[in-house]
């Protein structure tokens, strides 16, 4: 057998500076060595491996608490403040901050409200389809809560101050612009219950309900544990999405866009409301509206015809 090829001390020493040894390739992966294993933190949870661009998602969701949901009176879409809220105070509704983020082609209404989205083209990450958006057309858009707020409500959120459940309602990390229908299929469920129909998108959409459950404090029960487990063994690199909003909100819901715009018409009647003028149409006509539910008593006076919480927009 002939002798194996001799490596010069200098080129061995090299190989040992840069963690290889002669024969072998490097490869870089992107993660960082201490990167690859998840610690144990003061209080005993495994912290979430940190790479250069996140946390993954898995090791984050082996550190969230498993427990049973709990059955809590009580649950109602009002418990997480009026729907949408201006959060941020940028003038604009959660929803219209969404509609923008996330549609394609977007339309606004400058002349009347420059945040207002008047159509748009989606494409559905949820189904993988393409939903055409037109304000007042029909209910083919909704805004999701990606951790559903009755989940939230059942696994944490029944126990929080009112500022912290708007907070998770208008939170950005927490909504997608999806199909109506797809929206409306989930309901309430969490991942054991539900996933996208659309299977590309199910490891993303385990991340980000992963994401906002460890940012909230939030548990899991352990049939959505491993639901979740399930989806990422095919995709064990997916890392959670980061950011979003601060997790207590001003408990009374800070100013919509209808409080912080310039009036343009003159001051209502004496009771504090518009009259009712029949159709949107006409009130508009009056330099009247758009009116919002759980905020405008002249809500109740006209048809919601998309179920977005605006009338007379």
């Known amino acids: 057998m002939p002798a194996p090829p001799r490596v010069p001390l200098a080129a061995f020493v090299v190989s040992l500076l840069l963690g290889c040894v002669p024969g072998e390739s490097a490869t870089h992966t992107g993660y960082l060595p201490a990167a690859m294993t998840a610690s144990r933190g003061d209080g005993g949870a495994a912290e979430a491996s940190e790479t250069p661009g996140g946390r993954l998602a898995a090791p984050l969701l ?25 959060v941020d105070r ?72 009112p500022a912290r459940r708007l907070a998770l309602a208008n939170d950005p990390l927490n909504l997608l612009a999806v199909g109506a229908a797809a929206n409306r299929a989930k309901g309430g469920s969490n991942a054991a219950l539900w996933l996208p129909p659309n299977p590309a998108y199910r490891c993303a959409y385990v991340a980000r309900q992963i994401a906002v459950k460890a940012k909230y404090g939030l548990w899991v029960t352990e049939d959505e544990r491993e639901a ?45 409301a518009d009259p009712d003028y029949g159709t949107c149409k006409e009130a508009r006509a009056h330099g009247a509206g758009p009116y919002r539910r759980g905020v405008d008593r002249e809500y109740e006076y006209y048809r919601d015809v998309d179920g977005d919480g605006i009338v007379c927009e």
Not at 64 to 85: I, K, N, T
Not at 125 to 146: C, N, Q, S, W
Not at 245 to 266: C, F, S
């Open 228 to 272: 979740m487990k399930k989806v990422l063994q095919g995709c064990p690199d997916e890392m959670v999405p980061e950011g979003g909003g601060p997790i207590d909100a001003p408990e009374a819901g800070a100013r919509t866009a209808k409080q912080t715009e310039a009036p343009t018409r003159g001051p209502k009647p004496t009771g504090g």
């Open 90 to 161: 940028n003038g604009c509704d959660t929803r219209d901050d969404i509609l923008r983020r996330d549609l394609q082609e977007v339309r606004l209404e400058p002349a009347r409200r420059p945040c207002v989205v008047t159509a748009g083209e989606l494409e559905d990450p949820y189904t993988a389809k393409h939903v055409e958006f037109l304000r007042g057309g029909g209910p083919a858009v909704d805004i999701d809560h990606v951790v559903a707020l009755a989940d939230a409500w059942a696994t944490g959120a029944a126990g929080w101050q």
């Open 62 to 86: 082996a550190s969230l608490p498993v427990r049973p949901r709990e059955a809590r009176p009580g649950y109602a879409r009002e418990q997480f403040g009026h729907a949408w809220s201006d």
